[in-house]
Every structure is written in structure tokens, then in C-alpha cells.
């Protein structure tokens, strides 16, 4: 007997001593538990290891995941995002060709709307019909840059899943979900405000502190790093700091004191901001070599 059946095995005999009912009575319940989960997972195996059954993986763990246990459907749903993300590169190769590239375009700009749904009731061809019901089954979503058309993960449906999973992988969808439904950047410019994009960064601070053994600990840790960076510096086509004048823009500015305003607790982004802020007030704003030499050693740090 392993420790998991075990350790169930205790608690029932626990709760058979303080209801008056037998282990003879519960520990068959259990073992029925035990035997669904592992079939629910055997099957859903044999769906998620093959790139040619993704979209049946993904509709199996949207009808069945209710009737595993916690851990379990924790890991098949990491399972069916590894899937997805190894399998996006492919898919999207279907979606570049330039007849798929034009049809998507002819039907988006009708209605200015990228959904599936959208899509398809306005496309006839059968072919890129096809093509997109498939990476809609398979749980992508398109996005668009620079005239170009293409797949991305999408983490709003992941949330199906929330209720099934652990707390930390709970989150995890949360920050994932917010960021594929509405990307930080796009063309090296920052397409949200700087006070969303601060909060994504707490958000993300917030999690690779609370959550350091997750099992997307190292992925967020990653996230974060890109995060700060952001925050602090801005991208080529979005700076924080006015070019011709090396002054941070005033609503750069008001991002970071309203975090620190509304800040409950103490965290190392806080606290960077804070001490960019009176480096700042002492030069009238203006980016220095002393602001420069800061950042630099806190980005690398």
C-alpha cells in the first residue's frame, strides 16, 4: 500500500472511531475513488502524449477533471499546457500561409472582431474553416501584429480548471489569464497603463514569494525578471523616461507612487521604487548617471 492510499486508509478508520461506522463500510468508497482517478488519468494519457489528439486531451479534462483528486488534477492540467505550448509552433505554421493570412484578414476586417465564433460566420472557405476550428479545439486564440495573424496560448480557458487545482496553480492561470487576454506589450511598446503594468509585476513578486516550490515557481521567476525591467526602464518604443529631456514621465511617476500609496505590505519592488523615487525628487526628475548606476545594480542584482 503506498503512503497516499495509506494515509487515506488512516483517516477513514479516524472517522469510522468518531461516527461508529466501520472502515469495512468507507475503505471500498475509497478504493473505488482511487481506481476512477487512475483511470480518468490513464485515459487521459493516452489523448495528451500525442499532438494529433491535443483537442480530444483538452475536451477529456474539461468533462472528467471533477472526478480526480486535487493533486491528480493538478498535474493533468500542467500536462495539458505543456501540450499546448509544445504544439503551438506547429499549429501555427497552418496559420501563415498566405491564403489563411487573408481570409482571417477579409473576415476581421468586417467585423473588428478576432473570436472564433466571429470568424467563422464569416468565413466560407473550408479549408481555413478547418484550420480554425482546430485551434479552437485545441485552446488557442489568435492575435494580431503588425498585418500578421497568429496563435497564442489562451489562458482564459484554463480557468475552467480553477476550482479542481491547487491554490498556487489557481493564481498561476490567474496572471497567465491576464496577460494572454491582454498582452503587457505589443511591438516593443507597452500597449497597458503603467499602473496595470506595476500590478502585474506585484502580481507576479507576489507569487514566486508566496509559492517558491511551485511547480511554475522558475517560470514566473523568469516573468518577473522581464517584469521589473519593464517597470523600471520601459521598452525601446515605450520608455519611461522622455529622450530628449531624460525625465521620467509624469505618468511613469504616478505609477510607482500610487503602488507605494497602496502598498499593504513591504517587497523588494516596493522597495526599489521607493528609493527610485528619492533619487528622483533629488534631481528634479532627470535620469543621472547616479539613477543609471541604481538601476543597473538593482535589475542585475
Do not use: C
Amino acid at each position: 500500500m503506498n503512503w497516499k492510499k495509506a494515509s487515506l486508509l488512516s483517516i477513514a478508520i479516524t472517522l469510522g472511531s468518531v461516527t461508529g461506522f466501520s472502515t469495512l463500510v468507507i475503505e471500498p468508497v475509497l478504493a473505488a475513488t482511487t481506481t476512477e482517478t487512475l483511470k480518468v488519468y490513464n485515459q487521459f494519457q493516452q489523448y495528451v502524449q500525442k499532438p494529433t489528439s491535443l483537442a480530444a486531451a483538452r475536451n477529456y479534462l474539461i468533462n472528467h477533471i471533477k472526478e480526480v483528486d486535487n493533486w491528480t488534477a493538478t498535474r493533468m492540467t500542467l500536462q495539458l499546457e505543456n501540450a499546448q505550448k509544445a504544439h503551438l509552433s506547429v499549429y501555427s505554421e497552418k496559420v501563415f500561409p498566405d491564403k489563411m493570412q487573408k481570409e482571417i484578414n477579409n473576415a476581421f476586417s468586417k467585423s473588428k472582431n478576432l473570436t472564433y465564433t466571429s470568424l467563422l460566420n464569416t468565413i466560407k472557405d473550408a479549408n481555413v474553416r478547418n484550420m480554425l476550428i482546430e485551434g479552437r479545439d485545441k485552446g488557442y486564440k489568435l492575435e494580431t501584429s503588425e498585418g500578421m495573424y497568429y496563435p497564442v496560448m489562451h489562458y482564459e480557458g484554463f480557468k475552467i480548471f480553477k476550482p479542481y487545482v491547487t491554490k498556487d496553480i489557481a493564481a498561476y492561470i490567474d496572471i497567465m489569464a491576464t496577460e494572454s487576454n491582454q498582452p503587457s506589450v505589443s511591438d516593443a511598446a507597452i500597449v497597458i497603463s503603467w499602473t496595470e503594468l506595476t500590478n502585474r509585476a506585484l502580481a507576479l513578486e507576489d507569487f514566486v514569494t508566496k509559492y517558491p516550490a511551485s511547480n511554475r515557481s522558475t517560470a514566473l521567476q523568469k516573468e518577473l525578471l522581464l517584469a521589473t525591467s519593464r517597470l523600471l526602464y520601459g521598452t525601446s518604443n515605450t520608455p519611461a523616461y522622455d529622450y530628449d529631456e531624460r525625465v521620467i514621465k509624469p505618468e511613469v511617476k504616478k505609477a510607482y507612487e500610487g503602488a507605494l500609496k497602496d502598498s499593504k505590505v513591504d517587497t523588494r519592488i516596493l522597495s526599489i521604487l521607493e528609493k527610485l523615487l528619492q533619487l528622483l525628487n533629488s534631481t528634479n526628475n532627470k535620469f543621472t548617471p547616479v539613477i543609471e548606476k541604481f538601476l543597473v545594480e538593482t535589475v542585475n542584482s
